[in-house]
DNA sequence: GACTTTCCTGACTGCCTAAGTCAGGAGCGC
DNA sequence: GCGCTCCTGACTTAGGCAGTCAGGAAAGTC
């Protein structure tokens, strides 16, 4: 239940590229320093978004990644699963392939609630959003209930 | 963004527990036999429980588990912490203790969502819930949308 | 066509966690 | 005191996480 090193930094850069539009390819030199990212880690994650279509990329002087699609038409959830795979596995198994026995028998159905509600929140939210600032309505919510800052 | 086995079986022999209700104690053995789960591992996790102050426990003839609390004061939340530790940390590090530069400076407010998002299922459900089958309503609502079934 | 720049890729590392197993010790009830 | 059951630490094996290193391949520049 916990959100990887490399998910943060492929969300991170991802908005990164989001917030500079059109303004030509960013170099990752430059990603890495923006957002703090060490560089050849970066490149490994950087490659990875681009084998799953979200980023594309040219090599050589003037070259660098830019979105392949509207930052509009991006998911965080996108993101998240291109480095990451599948959100919410349980035991590495997605949760509508396990079988519960005896009393246990409704506990898939907690586990595909849960990966529903993190969909709710990581599929609803573009990179579009991120740059603006103008989070979707389900996030505010959640986000101004002082009860969700408090660690537990 | 994915439940260990450990979770998975820690959830799986409370709601056992659960179900047996006063019952006297259950020993390690057959709650294992019962989930399927290695009971030398189980052991280790049921001490777990134990330290968190979810489960009781007596050895010798006659000993056993049982839960400490009724069952439906137990959240699955509250299993799932006892053995896992932190839900939904992004490196390590709870989602309100990080900053971040520049245009990701938004990303918080997001994973504080993810994490409120989880907690608003899994603090819902409790063991005697999940024993009787009869389930908070966010849970229904989620696992009744077809789409929630789709992997992806 | 050489040179520089930037991405592309695989191999490698060190550390940590996950998912267990093994062996023995300690308390409880009879 | 004996058997049962929990309790605990040490150990293992495999794999993932978070990178680093070294070199190669395309793109543009002079």
Chains 1, 2 share one sequence.
Do not use: C
């Not at 991802?14 to 170099?27: I, Q, R, S």
């Not at 090599?59 to 392949?68: D, E, Q, V």
């Not at 246990?104 to 990581?122: F, T």
């Amino acid at each position: 239940m916990r959100v990887s090193a490399k998910a943060d930094y492929a969300v991170r850069a991802a908005v990164e590229l989001a917030a500079v539009g059109e303004d030509g390819p960013v170099k990752g030199e430059r990603l890495a320093e923006a957002q703090e990212i060490p560089l050849q880690f970066l490149e490994h994650i950087l490659l990875e978004l681009k084998h799953s279509g979200i980023v594309r990329a040219r090599r050589g002087a003037k070259g660098g990644y830019w979105l392949a699609r509207p930052a509009d038409e991006v998911s965080v959830a996108d993101v998240v699963r291109a480095v990451e795979g599948p959100i919410a596995n349980v035991q590495s198994q997605p949760p509508e392939a396990i079988e519960y026995r005896g009393s246990a028998e409704h506990l898939q159905e907690v586990w595909i609630a849960v990966r529903a509600s993190l969909r709710s929140v990581l599929e609803q939210v573009t990179l579009a959003d991120l740059a603006s600032g103008d989070l979707p309505s389900i996030v505010d919510d959640f986000a101004n209930e002082p009860d969700s800052w408090a660690p537990r």
